[in-house]
T-cell receptor, first 117, second 114 residues
Framework: GAVVSQHPSWVICKSGTSVKIECRSL??????MFWYRQFPKQSLMLMAT?????????EQGVEKDKFLINHASLTLSTLTVTSAHPEDSSFYIC?????????????FGDGTRLSIL | AQTVTQSQPEMSVQEAETVTLSCTYD???????LFWYKQPPSRQMILVIR????KQQNATENRFSVNFQKAAKSFSLKISDSQLGDAAMYFC???????????WGAGTKLIIKP
């Protein structure tokens, strides 16, 4: 079945550094990808919708300059957390629509646990 | 705007018994999809079952089935013969046909008692 690969699965870094998370669709082309943030024991919170070849659409309250999204190809979207601080520590999940299948199912990556020291 | 409500923060069930998780939603659209996702402690999002709104027949996947009441905007998940591996967070989600963004419920933590 369709697979979305998200990398890295876990990253620990110092405050002030930038961290890039990759989301790849392995066997289908994804024109639309989504980035979520999940706090412990809470639901998924949509951060932004990433469209191939165009600017991402950010949800209200999400800082565009803090969370940079690039969707340069039909199989890859990246989320860069710039100048990360401890409050950015969270679980980040990406998903991708499979447009060629009926109903355009959405497939999820396994998530990235980000810890900022 | 669409909303999804899961009113049960936590449910528990004895192994091998049946449990039903509730979900209601609000929308003015007629064409949409509803989903149940499972998130085990590994935090992977696993699709459990999907229902197209235009289908009157309730979706079924092995031990998992839904009770879809379109007029009442209700979409409950029934898990039969509960197994220890069913323990997880369960999220109900809505998606319209005009926008592929998922609208999520708050989730229900399912505990399986051995």
């Amino acid at each position: 079945g369709a697979v979305v690969s998200q990398h890295p699965s876990w990253v620990i870094c110092k405050s002030g550094t930038s961290v890039k998370i990759e989301c790849r669709s392995l066997d289908f082309q994804a024109t639309t990808m989504f980035w979520y943030r999940q706090f412990p024991k809470q639901s998924l919170m949509l951060m932004a919708t990433s469209n191939e070849g165009s600017k991402a659409t950010y949800e209200q309250g999400v800082e565009k300059d803090k969370f940079l999204i690039n969707h340069a190809s039909l199989t890859l979207s990246t989320l860069t957390v710039t100048s990360a601080h401890p409050e950015d520590s969270s679980f980040y999940i990406c998903s991708a629509n499979e447009p060629s299948r009926t109903g355009q199912p959405q497939h999820f990556g396994d998530g990235t646990r980000l810890s900022i020291l | 705007a669409q909303t999804v409500t899961q009113s049960q923060p936590e449910m528990s069930v004895q192994e091998a018994e049946t449990v039903t998780l509730s979900c209601t939603y609000d929308t003015s659209e007629s064409d949409y999809y509803l989903f149940w996702y499972k998130q085990p402690p590994s935090r992977q999002m696993i699709l459990v079952i999907r229902q197209e709104a235009y289908k009157q027949q309730n979706a079924t996947e092995n031990r998992f089935s839904v009770n879809f009441q379109k007029a009442a905007k209700s979409f409950s998940l029934k898990i039969s013969d509960s197994q220890l591996g069913d323990a997880a967070m369960y999220f109900c989600a809505y998606r319209s046909n005009s926008n592929y963004q998922l609208i999520w419920g708050a989730g229900t933590k399912l505990i399986i008692k051995p």
